[in-house]
């Protein structure tokens, strides 16, 4: 059911800064979707930084607009390597607007970035429409020379880049840590062991398990659920991706895998292939948000329509 007859803002916080290249596109995005489903009270998209930040930005949210005694303020957070664990499971909104707690929702994927990986061919044609030679004075971006590269040069070079046995492990780390980093109530955080890169997966769940028992007097840990590492095991695949890298897909690790980083290795292979001059990897990220912000096909604005869409009619 749709709301009516408000005059207060339906407020959305996202993680970022005011400067982050997707809160601009994030706020167009947002405004058209409401426009597009006839959402009867305007959006007002604020960015908080990090999502620690959610609860004290949304008591202020309540207080000011009063579409939010009927609805949650809703909160947009990244998925990161959260597991089915880690996520509050059918949140009551009457519960959450009493608390004057924000209803966090998830993207889809590991974060924002993860998206872009999607605009492969986008970004080949944006990079390939790049003049050769550009004055300095203008401001615009530059190739040394007129290579190009295409969308099938970039594919190959992210599924290689996915399928590195090295980087698997990086981010096989950094899920495991992710998992027990968020049980810790005091820092510093969780240390990878110095012989991790050789432990086998039955040593590495054994490490695991110690660590998510053990409170130490640098750190206290949260309540911990003893299935937490098969479960992580499981929902990432990890045995078999570990065991045979070659079997990591595109689809899978555009889902799953770090989109920040991965958008990083795009952009260097981008570079070193093309040649570029002034194109930063920031302006990179904002010409590609600028030509999918007047779009509803790709899967960043049909993703966040049915989030959208899923939490106003059930509220």
Not at 294 to 315: A, G, H, R
């Amino acid at each position: 059911m749709l709301y009516s007859n408000s005059k207060d803002f339906f407020n959305i916080l996202v993680e970022g800064e005011p400067d982050s290249p997707e809160v601009p596109f994030l706020v167009n995005v947002i405004d058209r979707i409401f426009d597009k489903n006839k959402i009867p009270f305007p959006s007002k998209i604020t960015e908080v930084g990090g999502s620690s930040s959610f609860k004290s930005f949304a008591k202020f949210c309540y207080r000011e607009s009063e579409t939010h005694s009927t609805i949650p303020v809703l909160a947009l957070s990244d998925n990161d390597y959260r597991t089915s664990l880690d996520k509050k499971q059918n949140q009551d909104n009457k519960k959450l607007i009493e608390k004057k707690e924000p209803k966090i929702v998830y993207w889809k994927r590991h974060e924002w970035e993860n998206y872009l990986l999607d605009e492969t061919s986008l970004i080949a044609e944006l990079i390939n429409q790049l003049p050769s030679k550009t004055s300095a004075k203008t401001g615009k971006f530059s190739k040394q020379n007129s290579k190009t590269v295409s969308k099938e040069e970039i594919d190959a070079a992210l599924l290689d880049y996915f399928q590195n046995q090295k980087q698997l492990k990086i981010e096989f780390w950094e899920c495991l840590k992710f998992n027990l980093s968020r049980k810790i109530k005091k820092y510093p955080s969780i240390k990878k062991p110095d012989n991790f890169e050789e432990q086998t997966l039955s040593e590495i769940g054994n490490w695991f398990l110690e660590k998510s028992k053990k409170t130490e007097d640098i750190f206290e840990l949260k309540e911990i659920s003893s299935d937490l590492f098969q479960t992580i095991m499981m929902e990432f695949d990890w045995k078999p991706i570990l065991n045979s890298t070659s079997i990591v897909t595109f689809e899978h690790a555009k889902k799953y895998f770090r989109g920040k980083e991965a958008f990083d290795y795009l952009y260097k292979f981008i570079k070193e292939k093309v040649g570029l001059h002034n194109l930063s990897k920031e302006n990179l990220k904002k010409d590609i948000l600028c030509e999918l912000a007047t779009s509803t096909q790709s899967s960043i604005y049909s993703e966040l329509e049915n989030l959208l869409q899923t939490e106003l009619n059930m509220s």
